[in-house]
């Protein structure tokens, strides 16, 4: 089910915590690494390599919103919706791009380019409203037309632009 190199990663993080469920948020990003979501298959997997039930691992992926449940796009845009993110105007930016990209949160494009979601506080209470490009990049203060440069740069990108 995973890489012979996962499984040696996953091996490694079980020798640092307690208990092997202590082991459970790190083995997740493990696994997410390799397929870019968790599938029900791949929870029930992770719950006997790791000695627990499928109902705690299933708890975990479904209470983080950093775990995907579905696969995602090459583009995972992910709107902070907390309260300072929701009062500067995230629900506005989510409404924009769900036009911008016909599609709904939660689903992503039939390019399979961007998937638009909802998540709690990424950190960057300041800056709102702010949105993450897949695992590494914060774009903030939003705008509609910083909306319309980002996915602009990345579909320039994904096409081969230097974007």
Same mark, same amino acid.
């Given at each position: 089910?995973?890489?012979?190199?996962?499984?040696?990663?996953?091996?490694?993080?079980?020798?640092?915590?307690?208990?092997?469920?202590? +082991?459970?948020?790190?083995?997740?990003?493990?696994?997410?690494?390799?397929?870019?979501?968790?599938?029900?298959?791949?929870?029930?997997?992770?719950?006997?390599?790791?000695?627990?039930?499928?109902?705690?691992?299933?708890?975990?992926?479904?209470?983080?919103?950093?775990?995907?449940?579905?696969?995602?796009?090459?583009?995972?845009?992910?709107?902070?919706?907390?309260?300072?993110?929701?009062?500067?105007?995230?629900?506005?930016?989510?409404?924009?791009?769900?036009?911008?990209?016909?599609?709904?949160?939660?689903?992503?494009?039939?390019?399979?380019?961007?998937?638009?979601?909802?998540?709690?506080?990424?950190?960057?209470?300041?800056?709102?409203?702010?949105?993450?490009?897949?695992?590494?990049?914060?774009?903030?203060?939003?705008?509609?037309?910083?909306?319309?440069?980002?996915?602009?740069?990345?579909? +320039?990108?994904?096409?081969?632009?230097?974007?």
């Amino acid at each position: 089910m995973l890489t012979p190199e996962r499984e040696k990663k996953i091996d490694e993080l079980l020798t640092r915590y307690p208990s092997s469920r202590s +082991a459970l948020l790190p083995a997740l990003w493990v696994a997410q690494e390799q397929y870019g979501w968790i599938s029900l298959e791949l929870q029930k997997y992770l719950a006997i390599r790791l000695g627990i039930t499928p109902e705690q691992v299933r708890e975990v992926v479904t209470f983080y919103s950093m775990y995907n449940e579905r696969p995602v796009g090459k583009y995972h845009l992910q709107v902070c919706c907390t309260t300072p993110c929701m009062l500067m105007g995230s629900d506005d930016v989510i409404g924009y791009l769900e036009k911008k990209l016909d599609i709904r949160r939660g689903q992503t494009t039939a390019d399979g380019l961007f998937t638009v979601s909802q998540v709690e506080c990424l950190g960057s209470c300041g800056t709102a409203p702010m949105l993450q490009v897949n695992r590494e990049k914060y774009d903030e203060n939003l705008t509609y037309e910083k909306v319309d440069a980002l996915v602009d740069r990345l579909r +320039a990108q994904a096409e081969g632009g230097n974007g």
